[in-house]
């Protein structure tokens, strides 16, 4: 399956924002964006005025490598929002948000959501008991996702859970951090995604 190889913090660059990519390097002095907010290439600190399709094209762009899916999976997900009740731009970061490989994340069971998609690529997770090795598996509500009993005592697992902040846990999720579990109580709304995405946007991209 593609999947982008290159550099980590050179998206962020490019975006001219952390997208988190890289775990606990995004929030220490190491951060690409904190030594060098411009975007790399030799004309990368250049002073570029931003046009409409511009700005579109960036947020699209943002989305895209926040929840690290490539352009097709992106276009797929989006005509699925298209096809649903409601505003396609929520949908859309919704259907994103209930990806295994981001729940995972919300978690807390993966340093960031490169490395979840590693922990569920590997065997490591069960979906109602069942393992689930695809990372852009979408979960239900009701569904329970949890890390599978022969793995749980993995030092990699032990030490996420010893660093563990709870209260970053989005509230659509119940976690049992004893049984490295979480139930989906109910589907993610637009306003437990933190993340300042302008979905609008990427609504009238596609919409051209």
């Known amino acids: 399956m593609a999947r982008y190889t290159g550099p980590a913090c050179r998206l962020c ?4 924002t952390k997208l988190f ?10 951060c690409a964006i904190d030594r060098r907010n411009t975007a790399p290439g030799q004309h990368g600190a ?17 989305t895209k490598r926040y929840y690290g899916v490539l352009e097709k999976q992106f276009l797929n997900y989006y005509e699925e929002a298209d096809r649903k009740e409601g505003m396609t731009g929520e949908n859309l970061l919704v259907l994103l948000e209930r990806r295994l490989d981001n729940v995972i994340y919300r978690m807390g069971l993966g340093e960031s959501r490169r490395d979840a998609r ?14 689930v090795n695809i990372p852009s598996f979408i979960v239900k509500a ?12 993995e ?15 989005p509230k659509w999720l119940e976690l049992n951090k004893e049984a490295l579990s979480a139930k989906v109580v109910t589907l993610p709304a637009r306003e437990d995604i933190d993340f300042p995405f302008e979905e609008q946007l990427i609504v009238e991209l596609y919409s051209k």
Not at 13 to 16: K, L
């Open 13 to 16: 660059r490019r975006e001219g």
């Open 21 to 30: 990519l890289k775990g606990d390097r995004c929030t220490s002095g190491k």
């Open 46 to 62: 250049a002073n570029k005025k931003m046009r409409e399709y511009g700005m579109q094209l960036r947020e699209k762009q943002k």
């Open 118 to 131: 590693q922990v569920v690529l590997h065997g490591h997770v069960t979906v109602n008991g069942k393992k």
């Open 142 to 153: 009701g569904d329970v996702v949890a890390i599978k009993e022969s793995s749980r005592d």
């Open 155 to 169: 030092g990699k697992f032990k030490t996420l859970v010893e660093n563990l902040q709870t209260n970053l846990i």
